[in-house]
């Protein structure tokens, strides 16, 4: 069993103008290094509520207090400051025409006029609630602590020690019984920079340049090799974050959580949520996923530069095309923003009509059939595919042997659902109206519409991609 024999930790502070600085670090070696470990973390986690709840000075760069004047917008919310009702916009219209037949309308602006007032009043009030939000309490924010491969094998012995040597109740975020995403020690939050930058430290350091000179973070020497450059990399992350986003990396468990919010932040994106049961449900008890399969490709061609080529048969050529970014090519695309219920069928337009980046999209619930004639062209990749059990008798040969011979299940049939393409019909089929019009186009039959739900729809994740 692996024992901890050190430690080596540096507690780093960054101001607003993204400078940080080293204010406190240890290096320890011994056999009790974690219960020291801990016992230095809880000292140092009193020094960082001290800093915390004392007033510090604001930092004015140049240029600071002339874009403070100048502001049009909150910086919070990116909202106007002011945002008159129209009524007072027609009050203060009428007043200035009236002021400027006696020359007073600049001496009235520089006074307060009653409705500009109310005005004000209203908008520091909403952004007193929003600097509440951000407000820090030096006894309640969260104080990240950042471990590389913390959410795997390195956590185990510091649980153990933990939860022994503090009173404060042990929080986590598990996957399974023996991994944990993140885990909360009262004020404290351990949380893995691997789930934010997914490669080895060694790697990563090297993406750094590794000249000691070019970082402000130097301890000494001897120190640098162990904690130093895993501050130096993620203060480098968060800097970047901070620069591209306004988001700090320290308040998320994962990378994918904090680029889900920079989606949100940087479109701008008023989303609506589904409220109606049914309608939720008609739609989640859909969700098919993709196909997934192995398959053996061949192709043949016939040219001038093939050595069995056949001048009596038409010349060929192979062309291998694959298309990749495929998610995020999907979600350039006209996505649903909010949806609007479910409609009178005689209130669809016709399927094909439909333009893919019409402000108006549908979910549709139909009835399928593949035309017979098809079955052929078809066989190799059928469309429409559903989720639905399979039974016995629909295995192929080949999967029946495989059962019979024992190679899987240990000879017994297990039924579950499963996603399947065949071309029995489709009933009660929900589908997005663009995959539909694609389905027929190659030819399938929409024979019955049950129901159609209604959405708004537009482009909104496309700058972001």
Known sequence: MHKSCGYCYVIVRMDSLLNYEVVSHDLYRGSDALEKFVERIEGELLNIQTD?????????????????????????????FLKPAPEVLQKLKEAKYRLLEVKEWETCMEKEHPEKK???????????RLNQKLRIGSFKTKVPLICHNFWGYDSHPLMKVVSKFTADKLNCIPENIGKYKAMDVGQLRFLDSFQHMGMGLDKLVKCLGGKIEKFPLTVNKEDYKHAQELANVFMNYTIMCLQDNGLDPSHYVFAS?????????????????????????????????????????????????????????LKSWIMYEDMNALYSGAMTQYMPTKILGKVDLEEVPDIQSIAPDADIGYILEVDLEVPVHLHNYFADYPLAPKKQIVPENWLSPYNAKLVQDKEVEGGKYVTGEKLVQTFYPKKNYVV????????????????????????KQSPWMKEYM
Not at 65 to 80: F, G, Q, R
Not at 118 to 128: C, I
Request: charged share 25%.
């Open 52 to 80: 915390l709840s004392a007033p510090a000075e604001m930092i004015m760069a140049p240029g600071d207090l002339k874009a403070y004047n100048d502001a049009t917008e909150c910086w919070i919310c990116k909202e106007p």
């Open 432 to 455: 997005h109206y663009r995959a539909l019009q694609l389905y027929m186009r190659q030819g399938l039959k929409v024979t019955k519409i049950h129901s159609a739900l209604k959405f």
């Open 257 to 313: 959580g904090m680029f889900n919010d920079s989606l949100y932040k940087s479109s701008g994106a008023e989303l609506k949520l589904m409220t109606d049961m049914n309608e939720y449900l008609t739609v989640e008890k859909e969700i098919r996923g993709g196909m997934t399969m192995a398959c053996h490709r061949y192709a043949n061609t016939n040219n001038l530069k093939c050595s069995d080529y056949d001048s009596s048969k």
């Open 118 to 128: 109310k005005v004000q009043r209203a908008y520091k009030e909403a952004l007193g």
